[in-house]
């Protein structure tokens, strides 16, 4: 059981949001390992003839992600429309006033209570920290699902340690040496680093995760170990699967 309930994850994260930034930035590798799993969703992404592509950052927060994502489609000269989604509106604000992401078209979504209208149609989706936060997990990936044009594709990018006990422990030792203390100092009164702790030994297994995907009717699921090293190595994980044509 988690410390926050999944309906108030997005108020958790509004007060923390001027300082989220700082405590990422704080993360080693946090930026690069984004921008491995938004390089995965790019190269993964169907030909759309005659139209631009839209891909949306679902779960966007304030911001990493989604740069992550527009770097990514530069890198491979993809011009494609991108939509960012979070339902925390300070961690909204902030990814708003970020320049470099002027070409983003940020909107307001809770994800326990997403639909497709919201979403799509849309021809690759980034859900990076997201799935995990998320109680009707099924759901949510159905509905992504059911918005992918015909082989568009899905990058999952969160924390999973459960089918590792080195994975777990290290966890365990990264969040009370480091997370937390770290979380206290910049947002001193705020759980939501305790329940980062929590959730990530909640949530699925990168085999549980991966038949998750399988069952809701994703194919072509696959699984990469992020770019983490050093402490972190074995914690962050990347999935990509794709809508069947």
């Known amino acids: 059981m988690t ?10 994260f509004d007060r923390v949001a001027r300082s989220y ?8 590798g946090y930026h690069a390992q984004l921008r491995s799993s938004a390089r995965a969703l790019v190269e993964a992404l169907p030909a759309t003839p005659g139209r631009r592509p839209r891909v949306v950052d679902l779960g966007c927060g304030s911001g990493a992600s989604t740069a992550a994502l527009v770097r990514a489609l530069d890198e491979a000269s993809v011009d494609a429309e991108v939509v960012g989604i979070d339902g925390s509106a300070g961690m909204l604000d902030q990814a708003r006033g970020k320049t470099a992401l002027a070409r983003a078209d940020f909107r307001q979504a809770d994800a326990e209570r997403l639909t497709g209208a919201e979403l799509g149609p849309v021809d690759g989706v980034l859900a990076a920290y997201l799935v995990r936060n998320v109680s009707s997990r099924d759901r949510l990936l159905g509905e992504v699902l059911d918005v992918l044009t015909d082989g568009g594709a899905l990058v999952v990018h969160d ?3 459960r089918e590792s006990r080195i994975a777990t422990w290290a966890w365990h030792l ?3 040496l480091v997370v937390i203390p770290l979380g206290f100092v910049t947002a001193p009164g705020s759980p939501i680093y305790r329940y980062l702790w929590r959730s990530v030994l909640d949530f699925d297994g990168v085999q549980g995760l991966a038949g998750r995907l399988r069952a809701v009717g994703f194919t072509d699921v696959e699984h990469r170990s992020a770019t983490a090293t050093g402490w972190q190595r074995g914690q962050v994980h990347t999935w990509r699967a794709r809508k069947p044509r």
């Open 3 to 12: 410390e926050l309930a999944g309906g108030t994850v997005p108020s958790a």
């Open 21 to 28: 930034d700082l405590m990422v930035a704080l993360s080693p």
């Open 159 to 161: 924390y999973s340690v």
């Open 174 to 176: 990264t969040c009370w």
